[in-house]
C-alpha cells in the first residue's frame, strides 16, 4: 500500500508537505494524524497503513520546520507553536475538505497535536477528535521520568543553547529532533507556568479551548514517562464545552510490556489499534 505526497501553501506563505493514505475501497472518513512535538510524520506511517486497510484516508503532515517541511535548514523557520496552529493546521484542513468533501473528518493528536485543537481559530471542521498522550508540559506535574530532567532542559540548556544556535540542535543533543527555535522558546514558557499556554497567552487561547464543541476521546498510557494524569487532566480541563471521554489503557491490556509516550504508532501495537482506535473510530 503506497501513500501520496502533497504540498500545502499556508496563509503565511511557507509550505508544509503531507502524505496521503488512500483506501482500497471506499473511504469512511478522512482521519488527520497530527504528530508529537518533534517527531516527523514519517513515524507514523505503521498507523496511517492500517487506518487505511480500515478503509479509511489517513492524512499525515509535518509542522513548519519539522520532517519534510524545513525549507534549507530550521534555523531558516520562524515557526511557533502557535504559528502551527494559526496556519499549518488549517492549510491541511482546507486540502482535506476540497479533496474530500462531504466526508467525516476525524484529529487524531498526538501529544502537541492534541493540544493545537484548542489553539486553533476554529475546529468546526472537525468532526471528532481522539487525543493521545497529550497533556500540559507544566514540568513540575510531568511523570517522574521527565521531571527530573525537565529542570535541567528548561531552566539551563534551552536558554543558553538555543540563542547560541539558532534552534534548538536536539540531534547533536540526542533529545528529540532539531527544532525551531520560535517553538522551543515559546514551549519553555508554557512549560513553567502551572496552566501552561493558557496561563500565558492568557485570555485569548482560554477562549479558543472553550469554544471547541468536537467530541474528543482522551486517550492515556499509565506508562507514559512524560505525561502524568494531572497533565492530562489539566490540558482536557481546558475543553470547557467539548463532550469528552477519558481513557487510560495499561500495557497489560494490549499484551504488552511498555506503551510509554511515543510509539503506539508502530506496528508492533497493532493490539491498540484493533481494540481501542478500531472502537473509538467507529462510535
Sequence with gaps: ?????????????HQIVARVFPPATDSRAVVIVASATGVAQSHYEDFAHW????GYTAVTFDYDGIGLSIDGHVRNSRATMLSWARYDCPAVLDFVEARFPGQRRVWIGHSVGGHLLGMMDSTDRIDQAITVA??????WHNSPPTKRIAWLLWYGLVPTVVPLAGYFPGRRLNIMCDLPKGVMMQWRKWCLHPQYAVGVE??????????????????????????????????????????????????????????????????????????????????
Design 202 to 283: 492568557g485570555e485569548v487561547l482560554e477562549r479558543r479551548f472553550a469554544s471547541v464543541q468536537t467530541p474528543i476521546t482522551a486517550l492515556a498510557f499509565s506508562d507514559d514517562e512524560m505525561m502524568s494524569a494531572r497533565n492530562i487532566e489539566t490540558l482536557h480541563g481546558f475543553f470547557t464545552a467539548a463532550p469528552k471521554k477519558m481513557l487510560t489503557v495499561r500495557p497489560d491490556d494490549i499484551g504488552c510490556r511498555r506503551i510509554g509516550h511515543i510509539g503506539w504508532h508502530k506496528a508492533r501495537y497493532r493490539a491498540l489499534w484493533e481494540q481501542v482506535f478500531r472502537a473509538e473510530l467507529a462510535a
Design 1 to 13: 500500500m503506497s501513500y501520496l505526497t502533497q504540498t500545502l501553501q499556508t496563509e503565511a506563505g
Design 134 to 139: 497529550a497533556g500540559t508540559g507544566y514540568w
Design 51 to 54: 487506518l487505511a486497510e480500515q
